[in-house]
């Protein structure tokens, strides 16, 4: 699922971008944002879903908030 969505929204900022920029320097750089952004969110966005899963919890695989 988080794929698909992942996905179609590079798609359609791809676009976009593509639209607003007016040189090829221009948009390259807004593509390399758009993957940077997206590549950042899953490195932080997936350490932290993972205490909120249903899988979570004692006895199982250790997470980011098992400290806590």
């Given at each position: 699922?988080?794929?698909?969505?992942?996905?179609?929204?590079?798609?359609?900022?791809?676009?976009?971008?593509?639209q607003l920029?007016?040189?090829?320097?221009q948009?390259?750089m807004?593509?390399?944002?758009?993957?940077?952004?997206?590549?950042?969110a899953?490195?932080?966005?997936n350490?932290?879903?993972?205490?909120?899963?249903?899988?979570?919890?004692a006895g199982k695989?250790?997470?980011?908030?098992s400290?806590?």
């Open positions: 699922m988080t794929a698909s969505v992942a996905g179609s929204m590079e798609s359609l900022m791809s676009v976009i971008a593509y920029a007016t040189t090829d320097q948009r390259s807004l593509v390399a944002w758009i993957y940077t952004g997206f590549s950042i899953s490195a932080v966005g350490p932290l879903a993972v205490p909120s899963s249903p899988t979570s919890g695989t250790p997470s980011l908030w400290p806590l």
